[in-house]
């Protein structure tokens, strides 16, 4: 059959002609009586050509009818499987968002403690974070759409044409290789994960992570302009969003969500 489970990541639905073997071995199971499956892949039989698909281990008497449903799956039955799965991550994520968060490549938040004990009875730096959540949230569509796949696809194709991500490059290059084959599911949830950090709930946990990202001494770090510039000009304002959008894909992209929720 065509589609099978993948139990990993709250079971998301797989195509046997995208499934890599390696990765999945043991966690494919079949969508209709949730027995274990197998992929055989693609190959070539008396000189026809045999396509991909998921074999059942062990002979259950229901297999035909398995490989009947499954094989009548409409548009809706995927979506279904799809919403199924991306509600059982966003429960784990909703509880452990900032434990995930930590494990980013981009952005060390090890200081965070720290760093909200040195600015807690500061005003001007309470308003820099209420600025910047602004800055993030309303540029949620750009962040989640567009900054997360541009800046992943730098990142897998090694481009060289961004000097901060150039800098990470060696740190990213076995990350890469371990998701390589799981790149596009990676970046849903890298994209789902971001939605539900920039949405109303998780107002606490943004100010976690912009309380580092607006740290002076971080900022500075990153892009001289962001201290030496007037604060609230509108190139100062260009500036700060840029770099807060930019950090917050990077920190999404490079967290390995497969691994985290699997
Ligand atoms: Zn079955």
Redesign the pocket.
């Known amino acids: 059959m065509e589609y099978a489970l993948l139990t990993k990541i709250g079971g998301e639905l797989i195509e046997a002609s995208k499934a890599d073997y390696q990765d999945y071995y043991g966690f494919l199971k ?1 969508p ?4 274990p ?1 197998f992929l055989r892949k693609g190959h070539l039989r008396n000189g026809k050509e045999i396509t991909a698909s998921f074999v ?1 281990h062990k002979a ?1 008497p ?2 035909s ?2 490989e009947l449903r ?1 094989g009548k799956y409409s548009q809706e039955d995927i979506e279904v499987f799809v919403a199924k799965a991306k509600k059982q991550r966003l429960q784990k994520l909703n509880i452990s968002l900032w434990k995930y968060l930590k494990t980013n490549m981009a952005v060390s938040f090890r200081d965070y403690e720290k760093l909200r004990h040195k600015t807690r009875n500061y005003q001007l730096f309470a308003d820099l974070l209420a600025y910047g959540d602004q800055c993030i949230t309303n540029n949620i569509d750009s962040i989640v759409e567009n900054l997360i796949p541009t800046i992943g696809e730098m990142i897998k194709n090694q481009d060289d044409n961004i000097g901060v991500i150039m800098s990470m490059l060696d740190k990213f290059n076995s990350f890469v290789n371990d998701l390589k084959s799981d790149w596009l599911l990676h970046e849903k949830i890298a994209k789902e994960s971001a939605e539900l950090f920039l949405s109303p709930q998780m107002k606490e946990i943004r100010y976690r992570a912009l309380t580092v990202l607006c740290y002076p001494d971080n900022m500075n770090l990153m892009n001289k302009d962001l201290i030496e510039l007037r604060m609230n000009t509108d190139e100062w304002i260009k500036i700060f969003t840029n770099y807060l959008t930019l950090q917050i894909a990077l920190i999404f992209i490079s967290i390995n969500w497969i691994k985290l929720l699997s």
């Not at 209709?32 to 027995?35: D, G, K, T």
């Open positions: 079949c209709v009586c949730n027995e499956v059942h259950v229901e297999i009818t398995c499954v």
